[in-house]
């Protein structure tokens, strides 16, 4: 049985979503963040020592980082779907943008979620947060001109890992200068699966 420790408004939205697509029996533990500091709550420490999410249990065992879980599951019980051939070109482009997602585009996106609160205290990081932002979203744009998906010609768990990025990028506001990765977003959005794993997972507001 494979169990999603979920947190309501985080990145294990998108491990539903993966789930719905591939069409896997899962069970769905929900944890809710704090009303007053929109934190995590203590139970999920319970799970794992770092209390973050999304955590999931294949086989006994616990995954937790998004990239990990994706790759982990497409490769165990995927059967193939949703990733290139192992050795091609693609596959290369496909590792890429798992590690991509986390270790470069979602820090300057993160920065500006917790320097919004700190008022005019932000004022010197902004102009960095910013161009970093504008760096960034402006290399996602450039890779989807032109093609409907990240990767080949068809979903992969690149679009999956990548669309908490495109997402986020709408909370602030910066989709529309950005119409390719804006399409991408609308387009992934449409999908029955994702609509199907936002149904399971709850209210989500960084649709």
Do not use: C
């Amino acid at each position: 049985m494979i169990v999603v420790h979920h947190l309501n408004n985080s990145r294990s939205q998108r491990i539903l979503w993966l789930l719905e697509e591939l069409g896997l029996p899962y069970e769905i533990r929900k944890y809710q963040r704090d009303a007053a500091t929109n934190l995590a709550p203590p139970e999920l420490e319970a799970v794992h020592p770092l209390g973050k999410s999304p955590m999931l249990e294949l086989d006994g065992r616990l995954l937790i980082e998004s990239g990990a879980i994706i790759q982990t599951v497409l490769e165990r019980v995927g059967e193939g779907r949703f990733q290139p051939a192992a050795g091609s070109a693609d596959h290369d482009r496909y590792t890429m943008w798992l590690h991509y997602a986390e270790g470069s585009a979602m820090l300057p996106l993160m920065l500006q979620l917790y320097t919004s609160r700190l008022g005019d205290g932000a004022a010197p990081l902004k102009p960095r947060i910013d161009s970093e932002i504008a760096r960034h979203l402006g290399f996602v744009e450039g890779e989807l001109k032109g093609r409907d998906w990240l990767v080949g010609d068809g979903l992969t768990g690149a679009d999956i890992q990548m669309s908490f990025v495109g997402e986020i990028a709408g909370v602030f506001g910066l989709r529309a200068q950005y119409p390719a990765m804006d399409a991408w977003v609308n387009r992934f959005q449409a999908r029955p699966a994702y609509a199907r794993a936002l149904e399971k997972g709850g209210p989500y507001a960084f649709q």
